[in-house]
T-cell receptor, first 113, second 113 residues
Framework: DAKTTQPTSMDCAEGRAANLPCNHS???????VYWYRQIHSQGPQYIIH???NNETNEMASLIITEDRKSSTLILPHATLRDTAVYYC??????????????FGQGTILTVHP | DAGVTQSPTHLIKTRGQQVTLRCSPK?????VSWYQQALGQGPQFIFQ???????QRGNFPDRFSGHQFPNYSSELNVNALLLGDSALYLC????????????FGQGTRLTVV
């Protein structure tokens, strides 16, 4: 799996958009970008994933650059409950690879009132 | 659907002892993966089970072993506990077919004294 680089921490005001960047310059053509988050003392939670097109679901949007070397997770209206560690993971999708995730240090997002 | 359930939630063991942690996967999932998360670190993959056999393994010693039962539930066993084994142990379930993401349990907090 390709290596990812994320900022150690970020702050965001409640109600504003939170934009979390991730660099994955060694990503391969068959690797997807996945985002998970981990709220304190809980297990990681899947947020979203994408291959090369931008993706949106009820939780967030994922913007992947055209060269696929970086991406941004967008939480459009951050709330205090979005305070968590956010992990960007790059991996091949399919089969048993779903269960094996390589976590980095992630980004600690703190949402302020 | 109860999701992924793990037991116990907290555990204190003495160095040198053995411990067994348990995981019930989400309904419809047949694959279980175990992770160790030390304080302040991202989760680290230990191993993965499906069809009652260990299929993939991370960089963990043989003191870490597991089992999967016919109902897909799983156990993680750690022998000869070291102080460094103190961590949050997470179980994730997924499927080998289809495109479901890994769902994590709340984890078991193991403290070795």
């Amino acid at each position: 799996d390709a290596k990812t680089t994320q900022p150690t921490s970020m702050d965001c005001a409640e109600g504003r958009a939170a934009n979390l960047p991730c660099n994955h310059s060694t990503i391969s053509g068959n690797e997807y970008v996945y985002w998970y988050r981990q709220i304190h003392s809980q297990g990681p939670q899947y947020i979203i994933h994408g291959l090369k097109n931008n993706e949106t679901n009820e939780m967030a949007s994922l913007i992947i650059t055209e060269d696929r070397k970086s991406s941004t997770l967008i939480l459009p209206h951050a709330t205090l409950r979005d305070t968590a560690v956010y992990y960007c993971i790059v991996r091949v999708a399919g089969g048993t690879s779903y269960g094996k995730l390589t976590f980095g240090q992630g980004t600690i997002l703190t949402v302020h009132p | 659907d109860a999701g992924v359930t793990q037991s116990p939630t907290h555990l204190i063991k003495t160095r040198g002892q053995q411990v067994t942690l348990r995981c019930s996967p989400k309904s419809g999932h047949d694959t279980v993966s175990w992770y160790q998360q030390a304080l302040g670190q991202g989760p680290q993959f230990i191993f993965q089970y499906y069809e009652e056999e260990e299929r993939q393994r991370g960089n963990f010693p043989d003191r870490f072993s597991g089992h999967q039962f016919p109902n897909y539930s799983s156990e993680l066993n750690v022998n000869a506990l070291l102080l460094g084994d103190s961590a949050l142990y997470l179980c994730a379930s997924s499927t080998r077919t289809g495109h479901t993401e890994a769902f994590f349990g709340q984890g078991t907090r193991l403290t070795v004294v």
